[in-house]
């Protein structure tokens, strides 16, 4: 048999399927060569440092939390919050309503004492108010008795010292008593005051001539007739 006879011969199913494992086989040989050639060329980090930190850390943490832990509230029920909370909220009731009671006592202490500012000023202002009315009155019963006890002493001196007229004169305002005399027979009786004022007018004008006439009369003890000169008014 030649050798093309031997290739036209058909092959064994087994030994093809062996041929196929042992390239397959072989395919991944260099496969996992690769694969440990690249591993070996990859830099892993040092994660050293990092895990130290992080397991102190967690240690920190652990410790914080058995601290934690040990507190007497951690080991409290529900009820016992519950009673601790409502001791806390009476306590500062109770601190309000002193507070509150406190300042009740300062606005009562305040009121009494506005009340008993008030009342003094008001004792203060009626008292001011009376004085005002006694010092008014006091003037009026000053000015009344200056008015009439001065007249009732006057009237009870001797009258030679003539005490009414120079009332009367310091009163007008008058520099004497026949000014003042003058004064008030004008305002009294205007009419007698002109006749009185002609009168004198006429004696001073005829002095001399009822002089003579006077002077006869007391020597003869008679009526005399005198002969005057009156002017036109």
Same mark, same amino acid.
């Given at each position: 048999?030649?050798?093309?006879?031997?290739?036209?011969?058909?092959?064994?199913?087994?030994?093809?399927?062996?041929?196929?494992?042992?390239?397959?086989?072989?395919?991944?040989?260099?496969?996992?060569?690769?694969?440990?050639?690249?591993?070996?060329?990859?830099?892993?980090?040092?994660?050293? %440092?990092?895990?130290?930190?992080?397991?102190?850390?967690?240690?920190?943490?652990?410790?914080?939390?058995?601290?934690?832990?040990?507190?007497?509230?951690?080991?409290?029920?529900?009820?016992?919050?519950?009673?601790?909370?409502?001791?806390?909220?009476?306590?500062?009731?109770?601190?309000?309503?002193?507070?509150?009671?406190?300042?009740?006592?300062?606005?009562? %202490?305040?009121?009494?004492?506005?009340?008993?500012?008030?009342?003094?000023?008001?004792?203060?202002?009626?008292?001011?108010?009376?004085? !005002?009315?006694?010092?008014?009155?006091?003037?009026?019963?000053?000015?009344?008795?200056?008015?009439?006890?001065?007249?009732?002493?006057?009237?009870?001196?001797?009258?030679?010292?003539?005490?009414?007229?120079?009332?009367?004169?310091?009163?007008?305002?008058?520099?004497?008593?026949?000014?003042?005399?003058?004064?008030?027979?004008?305002?009294?009786?205007?009419?007698?005051?002109?006749?009185?004022? %002609?009168?004198?007018?006429?004696?001073?004008?005829?002095?001399?001539?009822?002089?003579?006439?006077?002077?006869?009369?007391?020597?003869?003890?008679?009526?005399? !007739?005198?002969?005057?000169?009156?002017?036109?008014?």
């Amino acid at each position: 048999m030649t050798t093309d006879d031997q290739t036209a011969q058909p092959q064994d199913p087994a030994a093809a399927a062996f041929t196929r494992l042992e390239s397959q086989i072989a395919l991944m040989r260099r496969a996992v060569e690769n694969l440990a050639t690249e591993k070996a060329n990859i830099d892993i980090p040092d994660y050293s %440092d990092t895990l130290g930190e992080m397991a102190e850390s967690l240690a920190a943490v652990a410790d914080t939390l058995d601290t934690i832990a040990a507190k007497p509230a951690m080991a409290m029920t529900p009820e016992g919050m519950a009673q601790r909370m409502d001791q806390a909220a009476r306590s500062a009731r109770q601190s309000d309503r002193e507070q509150i009671a406190a300042a009740e006592t300062r606005y009562d %202490d305040a009121m009494r004492d506005l009340t008993k500012i008030v009342a003094s000023a008001w004792s203060a202002s009626y008292q001011r108010e009376y004085l !005002r009315w006694a010092a008014c009155g006091g003037v009026l019963a000053g000015c009344l008795l200056w008015a009439i006890v001065p007249g009732i002493l006057a009237r009870q001196l001797p009258e030679s010292w003539h005490m009414p007229e120079r009332i009367a004169m310091r009163t007008l305002r008058e520099p004497s008593v026949w000014d003042a005399g003058v004064r008030l027979l004008k305002v009294g009786s205007p009419l007698d005051w002109r006749a009185i004022s %002609d009168a004198a007018e006429m004696r001073g004008r005829n002095k001399k001539t009822i002089a003579d006439c006077e002077r006869a009369a007391e020597k003869s003890k008679k009526v005399v !007739r005198c002969r005057v000169t009156i002017t036109p008014p």
